[in-house]
């Protein structure tokens, strides 16, 4: 049974930085795109970005390019996504999702896996 879990999230200063993590379980994942969306409340889920597991490819929302990096520690079957100089707009609870390669990675529905999230606050 496919299991993502989500962790490293919290309560940060406007500027500041945080990283949280998602790890995979259940199936071999070597084929598979790992993205993170977003979803903040009163509005739909967002893409944020995504990697393949080899990390040939990655892809980001304009919003946080030059700020977040996503990037795996493929021994350890975990995705991680950096987030600097984060803003009050970056608060949101942030999901990890998997989806088969080939995949248009910024599309939600396009993914087969999602972990539960987790909360990111950003205060100003």
């Known amino acids: 049974q496919v299991h993502l879990e989500e962790s490293g999230g919290g309560l940060v200063q406007a500027g500041g930085s945080l990283r949280v993590s998602c790890v995979a379980s259940?199936?071999?994942?070597?084929?598979?795109?790992m993205g993170w969306f977003r979803q903040a409340p009163g509005k739909e889920r967002e893409f944020v970005a995504a990697?393949?597991?080899?990390?040939?490819?990655?892809w980001y929302a304009d919003s946080v390019k030059g700020r977040f990096t996503i990037f795996g520690a493929n021994a350890k079957n975990t995705v991680y996504l950096q987030m600097n100089s984060l803003k009050p707009e970056d608060a949101a609870v942030y999901f990890c999702?998997?989806?088969?390669?080939?995949?248009?990675?910024?599309?939600?529905?396009?993914?087969?896996?999602w972990g539960q999230g987790t909360q990111v606050t950003v205060s100003s």
């Open positions: 999702a998997a989806g088969r390669l080939g995949i248009r990675a910024t599309t939600p529905s396009n993914y087969s896996y």
């Open positions: 259940g199936r071999t994942f070597s084929t598979y795109i």
């Open positions: 990697v393949t597991w080899s990390g040939g490819s990655t």
